[in-house]
């Protein structure tokens, strides 16, 4: 099983990136819930956003909501998060990862039970 992370890099804020998430060695609909965590210099890893394969649930962080979108494609085994209007604070290591247990707020990455590496977002002018 193998998570990929994908689409980071530099914006300025106000700008706007999409991060890819390709899993391979299991499907999306397998039942597992894909996950995007980010890790700011100094600062713990932190959910950010979930989907659920199995019913499409959502659940964002306050601090993202209005401004990121997750979504999934199961054609291409890939999740995709959106993000908009990106802020200073919004910089960190992004990460995906995969556990079978559901979308709801409160995930840690303790709880995972697959993840890859992580793409670098800088948002900087």
């Known amino acids: 099983v193998q998570l990929q992370a994908s689409g980071g890099g530099l914006v300025q804020p106000g700008g706007s990136l999409r991060l890819s998430c390709a899993a391979s060695?299991?499907?999306?609909?397998?039942?597992?819930?894909i996950v995007w965590f980010r890790q700011a210099p100094g600062r713990e890893r932190e959910a950010v956003s979930c989907?659920?394969?199995?019913?499409?649930?959502?659940h964002y962080r306050d601090s993202v909501k209005g401004r990121f979108t997750i979504s999934r494609d199961n054609a291409k085994n890939t999740v995709y998060l959106g993000m908009n209007s990106l802020k200073s604070e919004d910089t960190a290591v992004y990460y995906c990862?995969?556990?079978?247990?559901?979308?709801?707020?409160?995930?840690?990455?303790?709880?995972?039970?697959?993840w890859g590496k992580g793409t670098q977002v800088t948002v900087s002018s």
């Open positions: 060695g299991f499907t999306l609909d397998d039942g597992y819930t």
């Open positions: 989907i659920s394969s199995s019913d499409g649930v959502t």
């Open positions: 990862a995969a556990e079978g247990y559901g979308c709801y707020a409160g995930l840690t990455w303790d709880g995972m039970d697959y």
